[in-house]
């Protein structure tokens, strides 16, 4: 198993372009989310889907759009790039939202906005 | 959402035990207390997790205050890869599935 994987590993953006940050999971997993992280911060949840179709907002969903079309991908989408946006953003999978499961995450993808 | 509150920094010896504490005063009975670890330049990765016993694995033990306000925890042997980021969570009952990272403790480990 693959685990969670996610493209690209590095990007730089200028301010008002928007790309989508790819995320995929091969365990099947229900759960799917999306975490970004500044400097010397801990991770702060910007999506979360519990299912394909099925969409919520986190703590820091303005900026971001997202879809969950297969069970596999979860994709995040930034529209108008904005300089606030430079961190690292982590995607991630669990089984369930029960206290007995852990999340997987994915390796990350550093963004910079100039 | 459930806090935890945990040191900014601890530094340990390679090969030393070493005891990471956090206090979460206000549990609920349905959260697991969750520890998760982040390499520098990596995703967080999961440790270990528990309820109410103490459990073991592989990476480390979690030693669970019998009120459950506080746990511990400890890796028995510390080595140079163990040196991360520290996040204790509490996850399952109350947080519907989402992880609250804090800012966890910094872990040095000295050769």
């Known amino acids: 198993n693959a685990g969670v994987t996610q493209t690209p590993k590095f990007r730089i953006l200028k301010i008002g372009q928007s790309m989508t940050l790819q995320c995929t999971q091969d365990m099947n997993h229900n759960y799917m989310y999306w975490y970004r992280q500044d400097p010397g911060m801990g991770l702060k949840l910007i999506y979360y889907s519990v299912g394909a179709g099925i969409t919520d907002k986190g703590e820091v969903p303005n900026g971001y759009n997202v879809s969950r079309s297969t069970t596999e991908d979860f994709p995040l989408r930034l529209e108008l790039a904005a300089p606030s946006q430079t961190s690292v953003y982590f995607c991630?999978?669990?089984?369930?939202?029960?206290?007995?499961?852990?999340?997987?995450f994915g390796p990350g993808t550093r963004l910079t906005v100039l | 959402d459930a806090k935890t509150t945990q040191p900014n920094s601890m530094e340990s010896n390679e090969e030393e035990p070493v005891h990471l504490p956090c206090n979460h005063s206000t549990i609920s009975g349905t959260d697991y207390i969750h520890w998760y670890r982040q390499l520098p330049s990596q995703g967080p990765e999961y440790v270990i997790h528990g309820l109410t016993s103490n459990v073991n694995n592989r990476m480390a033990s979690l030693a669970i205050a019998e009120d459950r306000k506080s746990s511990t925890l400890i890796l028995h042997r510390a080595t140079l890869r163990d040196a991360a980021v520290y996040y204790c969570?509490?996850?399952?009952?109350?947080?519907?599935?989402?992880?609250?990272f804090g800012q966890g403790t910094i872990l040095t480990v000295h050769p």
């Open positions: 969570i509490l996850y399952g009952g109350t947080s519907y599935g989402k992880l609250t």
């Open positions: 991630a999978s669990a089984a369930s939202d029960k206290g007995t499961d852990t999340q997987y």
